[in-house]
């Protein structure tokens, strides 16, 4: 328990430290260095700065472009540093003009490495605008510079390495885990922008077959990632040869609870190397969900629908179950319009009147066949046929083939005279004189 008189003893040490740095001359002289240091930057930053001012001014009167306007907006991006750069310097001949003058200068190095620490904190703030590198220069990075630059990082690292707890032969240190995170993090962000910039680059090459770009970006991400693994296992100093026990245990992982997950990553390398499919084909699955095929990832693949949707389908589905590729090695496809007219048509004239006016729709082709109009069947009440058209995409999204054709039929028809009749009924009635049938138990009481 503490005590007043253990609080004293504990205290009188720091206490005598402090009176004897008040009556030291080179505690004052190494103040008075200090604020003669703080005080000259403040008077020599506005001193830099004017030349540079005016020469920005100029600058941006001018606007210059290309390099030169480039190489003026870094340097207006430095001015904020200017003061304290100052300070580290002037601090500096400070540390060497109390050494010889007063054989000491602990209190200007104190202040010289608060002074590096505040413009490393500037510059971060400056220069570093992505937010994620930022909040880890300034939460990760700027405390082990600190904790460097005041001469406190071996000892750090020292008792991190302390804390650790061992079971059988791995010993696991604070120190460890923290070089986990900040390494890891490090090389995996790496790797994941390193991974976006390649595949990009990749999927530009035009002169390659899309089927081969997509399997070499999905290589590169694949060998980033293990590169960044084998390197972050390096870096902790961890036995390669001790993976062998890993890697036994992480298959019969993969042949019990993660026999989804790997059996969909197999399935997107088959689909990759067999070329059964190609981002932008259209496809239709076995439950009638349909789209454009927008990307092949590792475990799913992205249908990007007309209607605004990504529907997200495992990769063993195009391997286990049935789908339609519309447009798989020939984009044009055919489509039908049924219409219906009356009986009193002359029915000769309607398949030319219609082919030809269908095949005026400048997005119909007339290859592999012309429209094609046909007599399908007698209705009820009309005479139903069916114009066949072939054109190249789908009929969906900004394309609205079949639209555009039944308002060809309707106006076609129109200009001719030609009726599409509506459904209607003949009722006989058998005997008029007799009324309805009379119901039992529902007739009104007389009175």
């Not at 990009?200 to 770009?213: L, P």
């Amino acid at each position: 328990m503490m005590t007043f008189d253990s609080i004293r003893q504990a205290a009188e040490p720091a206490l005598a430290t402090l009176m004897g740095w008040l009556a030291s001359p080179a505690f004052y002289a190494q103040v008075i260095a200090l604020a003669a240091a703080v005080i000259l930057a403040r008077v020599l930053a506005p001193l830099v700065l004017r030349p540079y001012d005016r020469f920005a001014g100029a600058a941006e009167e001018a606007q210059a472009p290309g390099l030169r306007g480039r190489g003026q907006a870094y340097l207006r991006a430095l001015r904020p540093l200017v003061f304290p750069a100052l300070l580290v310097v002037l601090l500096g001949a400070g540390v060497a003009v109390s050494d010889s003058a007063v054989k000491a200068s602990w209190l200007i190095r104190l202040g010289q490495s608060a002074a590096l620490v505040y413009l490393l904190y500037t510059a971060i703030n400056r220069f570093l605008t992505h937010p994620v590198i930022n909040a880890a220069a300034r939460w990760i990075g700027l405390p082990i510079a600190a904790l460097a630059v005041f001469g406190y990082f071996t000892p750090f690292t020292h008792w991190l390495d302390s804390v650790a707890f061992s079971a059988g032969n791995i010993r696991i240190s604070a120190l460890a885990l923290s070089k986990a995170a900040i390494f890891g993090g490090l090389l995996f962000w790496l790797g994941r922008v390193s991974s976006s910039a390649g595949q990009q680059a990749i999927r530009k090459q035009e002169a390659v077959d899309i089927q081969t770009r997509e399997l070499a970006a999905k290589a590169l991400d694949i060998t980033i990632f293990a590169i960044a693994g084998f390197l972050l296992l390096n870096i902790l100093g961890l036995d390669l040869t001790a993976l062998a026990v890993f890697g036994g245990a992480l298959g019969v992982g993969l042949g019990f609870g993660l026999q989804q997950i790997a059996s969909n990553f197999i399935s997107g390398i088959i689909i990759l190397l067999e070329r059964s499919l190609k981002v932008g084909d259209y496809i239709e699955m076995e439950d009638g969900k349909a789209g454009i095929l927008r990307e092949i990832n590792m475990r799913s693949s992205s249908l990007a629908t007309f209607d605004g949707k990504d529907i997200m389908v495992p990769n063993e589905k195009f391997i286990t179950e049935k789908f339609v590729n519309w447009t798989k090695t020939d984009p044009q496809q055919r489509y039908e319009v049924p219409f219906s007219v009356s009986y009193d048509t002359d029915l000769n004239r309607v398949p030319d009147l219609i082919a030809a006016a269908v095949a005026k729709h400048p997005r119909v082709l007339k290859t592999p066949e012309p429209p094609d109009c046909e007599l399908r069947g007698f209705g009820d009440s009309a005479v139903n046929f069916a114009v066949e058209f072939w054109v190249e995409g789908i009929d969906d999204g900004k394309n609205k083939f079949s639209s555009d054709v039944h308002f060809l039929i309707w106006n076609a028809l129109r200009d001719e005279g030609i009726a599409m009749p509506y459904p209607h009924r003949v009722v006989h009635v058998v005997n008029p004189q007799a009324g309805p049938p009379a119901t039992k138990g529902r007739g009104r009481k007389k009175t």
